[in-house]
């Protein structure tokens, strides 16, 4: 299983990133994909979950309305859009799986919301 993400970054607050987190390594299609963030100090927290065919969605309360999570099964991608950023989601955001009872975070990608 290999998990990479990409599209992290300086923005100011208000601001809007996308996230994306190429996956390979095991049948995309049939697995929910998660993204956590973890701040230094702190544990990590999933942001958000979508179902394996993106009918469902579930986002962290302090996350709702401002990130979607969207994939797409023909290029194994998940994405996060994130819109309104405020400094508190100031974090490494990571890409997550569960296969077969193992949890998968990729490398992660840092999200830094700054003026």
């Known amino acids: 299983v290999q998990l990479v993400e990409s599209g992290g970054g300086l923005v100011q607050p208000g601001g809007s990133l996308r996230l994306s987190c190429a996956a390979s390594g095991f049948s995309f299609i049939y697995y929910s994909m998660s993204w956590g963030r973890q701040v230094p100090g702190k544990e990590r927290e999933l942001v958000a979950t979508?179902?394996?065919?993106?009918?469902?969605?579930n986002y962290l309360d302090s996350v709702k309305g401002r990130f979607t999570i969207s994939r797409d099964n023909r290029k194994n991608t998940v994405y996060l859009q994130m819109n309104g950023l405020k400094p508190e989601d100031t974090a490494v955001y990571y890409c997550?799986?569960?296969?077969?009872?193992?949890?998968?975070w990729g490398k992660g990608t840092l999200v830094t919301v700054s003026s």
């Open positions: 979508i179902a394996s065919d993106g009918g469902s969605t």
């Open positions: 997550y799986v569960s296969y077969y009872g193992q949890n998968y």
